[in-house]
């Protein structure tokens, strides 16, 4: 009995061992988290070929058309460094569970496992044991119980989106290609010496009154361009920072609270140091306290993005019907 005692610790390690051994969750939890990596990629990917869309109308240079791009572009820009950050964190916590399933990281385990039992090296290898359950099994245990809260609150992490955002960048794509030629055309035309060209006109009026009538439901030639921008990418600008949040929620926040836990109770297990509930409710509190400021941040400066494109384009409006069709007849 005393013997058990003894080394109650170690038979409770027996299990983790086993599980990190079998790396039961090792793929599982690796197939999880690159999902994210690879989808964040992807919006990276769509939101470089939007971008690319906007800079070629920008060149355009017809009214509403130039200023709304370039605007929405700087948005982009913004989001698209949020997106970077994800990534980044993704592919951190790849490089973690990928060192953590190694073969070497369970030899380690194993060896730290049978020199925790001789008296000379007990303790100072019974800690090193702690650390390396954590590791392995503890990450990956801890990133698949993630993935299941997920599942269960029914985060798909963009997947829906980002089949809807590819289907929605090839037909940016394809007005792009045939808005730069009909422009190419027009051009030609007026140094062919003609000066009032309805390509010009229709397009310049059609955006105008997308604006002036904030219409919901938009219909006619460059569907989606117009649509993207009447609506200062509003949408697609929302899914992708609720994108970011999502990841900063999942392998962020919850990976600082399991780091945390892990501390504490490594603490209270060798004696280093005294926790009381109110250091754990600090601790809580701050971290809740910056997530709600990232996510409130988000949230505001898509907000003041549309506004500020609409009142850009607005005073556009108005400048054009005080100059009349002057531009477009010259």
Not at 228 to 254: C, D
Not at 284 to 291: E, K, P, S
């Amino acid at each position: 009995m005393k013997t058990l005692v003894k080394y109650k610790f170690q038979i409770i390690a027996i299990l983790p061992i086993i599980i990190a051994l079998l790396g039961y969750f090792d793929h599982s939890s690796f197939v999880f988290v690159k999902s994210i990596n690879e989808k964040n990629l992807v919006f990276l990917g769509l939101l470089a070929d939007v971008k690319l869309v906007l800079a070629g109308l920008h060149d355009v240079k017809i009214p509403f058309i130039s200023g709304g791009a370039e605007e929405l572009s700087n948005s982009f820009n913004s989001t698209e460094k949020y997106l970077l950050v994800a990534n980044t964190i993704s592919l951190f916590q790849l490089m973690l569970l990928l060192i953590s399933k190694s073969i070497y990281v369970k030899l380690i385990l194993v060896l730290f496992f049978v020199l925790s039992f001789l008296k000379p090296t007990k303790v100072l290898f019974t800690k090193l044991l702690v650390i390396a359950i954590v590791l392995n099994p503890g990450l990956s245990l801890f990133t698949k119980s993630v993935e299941l809260v997920s599942q269960e609150a029914k985060f798909d992490f963009g997947s829906k989106y980002a089949l809807e955002l590819k289907d929605k960048v090839s037909y940016l794509k394809a007005e792009q290609a045939q808005l730069m030629k009909e422009h190419e055309q027009a051009l030609t035309q007026i140094e062919k010496g003609k000066r009032d060209i309805e390509f010009f006109r229709k397009l310049k009026q059609d955006v105008s009154y997308d604006f002036k009538e904030l219409k919901v439901h938009i219909e006619g030639d460059y569907l989606y361009i117009r649509e993207l921008l009447q609506s200062g990418g509003e949408e697609m600008l929302t899914k992708l920072l609720n994108f970011v949040v999502m990841v900063f929620f999942a392998l962020f926040f919850l990976p600082m609270v399991y780091a945390f836990m892990v501390y504490i109770v490594y603490k209270h297990l060798f004696g280093l140091g005294k926790y009381s509930i109110a250091n754990v409710n600090e601790f809580a509190t701050l971290i809740n306290t910056h997530f709600e400021k990232l996510h409130k941040e988000l949230s505001l400066k898509n907000v003041d993005n549309k506004i500020h494109i609409e009142s850009s384009i607005k005073k556009k409006i108005e400048s054009l019907k005080q100059k009349g069709d002057t531009e477009v007849e010259k």
